[in-house]
């Protein structure tokens, strides 16, 4: 791949300093002592935005969130697809000073918006769940057709993509390859220069997961953040953060 060994930097500071992590939480667990554990290590982590994937709580569930843990929340603007069935959940932090337009769900588990930053500058995202029980590359189209239309001076794909991009380096413990067709048109706009991996940017060539088995026999790297070019030259740092199992089988990817 020749992105591979990309160094990201922000010589001239020429973007708002703020921090994003999504996350694979494998169900909210509302009104449950997990539950609260679960949001707990979301906010441990202090991040301006924080993009869920799965978490299988729509309005009224999260209506009963902010209700249960109304003094940790209360700073937090939440945004979703309004879908128990796996979903997204994006948590905005009042205080970052970003602000959301056109929040959309474009199904169940694909989301779109525009981050106002502090600095006026604009900021696209599609997050998303993509579908764990197929291998099918229309899902990806489709989504790389909205990525095209989105207009903002950086842009970005992020979320639980279930699919591995690199046999090799991104599979631990696999006997088949599940992801051989989805793979495909991810790899064409990296190919293309459209988007770039940004973990695999600042590290070419280290193996690492961000999905294991409970045995930790079986691993993959499943969750990305793709960004423009753009955004990927005044992007500063990002790191796989683990979570232990009772959070969640995913790691952060911040």
């Known amino acids: 791949?020749?992105?591979?060994?990309?160094?990201?930097?922000?010589?001239?500071?020429?973007?708002?300093?703020?921090?994003?992590?999504?996350?694979?939480?494998?169900?909210?667990?509302?009104?449950?002592?997990?539950?609260?554990?679960?949001?707990n290590a979301i906010l441990a982590l202090n991040t301006d935005?924080?993009?869920l994937t799965e978490t299988r709580s729509d309005h009224s569930k999260i209506i009963t969130l902010k209700n249960r843990l109304r003094s940790q929340l209360s700073g937090f603007t939440f945004y979703g697809t309004n879908s128990n069935l796996r979903g997204v959940t994006v948590m905005l932090k009042n205080s970052s000073g970003i602000t959301f337009e056109g929040f959309q769900a474009i199904d169940n588990n694909t989301v779109k918006f525009t981050a106002l930053l502090p600095d006026q500058t604009k900021l696209s995202a599609i997050c998303?769940?993509?579908?764990?029980?197929?291998?099918?590359?229309?899902?990806?189209?489709?989504?790389?057709?909205?990525?095209?239309?989105?207009?903002a001076d950086y842009k970005f794909i992020s979320?639980?993509?279930?699919?591995?991009?690199?046999?090799?380096?991104?599979?631990?413990?696999?006997?088949?390859?599940p992801h051989k067709k989805s793979r495909i048109p991810i790899n064409a706009m990296l190919e293309?220069?459209?988007?770039?991996?940004?973990?695999?940017?600042?590290?070419?060539?280290?193996k690492a997961?961000?999905?294991?088995?409970?045995?930790?026999?079986?691993?993959a790297r499943l969750d990305y953040f793709m960004s423009t070019p753009a955004l990927s030259k005044v992007a500063t740092d990002i790191r796989i953060q683990n979570n232990i199992w009772d959070i969640s089988d995913h790691a952060s990817i911040v």
């Open 128 to 151: 998303c769940y993509a579908p764990s029980d197929s291998d099918d590359p229309s899902y990806w189209e489709s989504v790389f057709e909205e990525f095209s239309t989105l207009e």
């Open 192 to 206: 293309a220069d459209i988007i770039n991996d940004l973990y695999r940017d600042i590290n070419p060539d280290k």
């Open 49 to 51: 935005i924080s993009i």
């Open 209 to 219: 997961y961000t999905w294991r088995t409970q045995k930790g026999d079986k691993r």
């Open 159 to 177: 979320g639980d993509f279930n699919v591995t991009l690199d046999p090799e380096m991104d599979t631990k413990g696999y006997l088949t390859d």
């Open 1 to 39: 791949n020749k992105h591979k060994g990309k160094i990201l930097e922000n010589p001239d500071n020429s973007l708002s300093q703020f921090y994003i992590r999504t996350n694979n939480i494998k169900g909210m667990g509302i009104g449950t002592i997990k539950g609260d554990k679960k949001i």
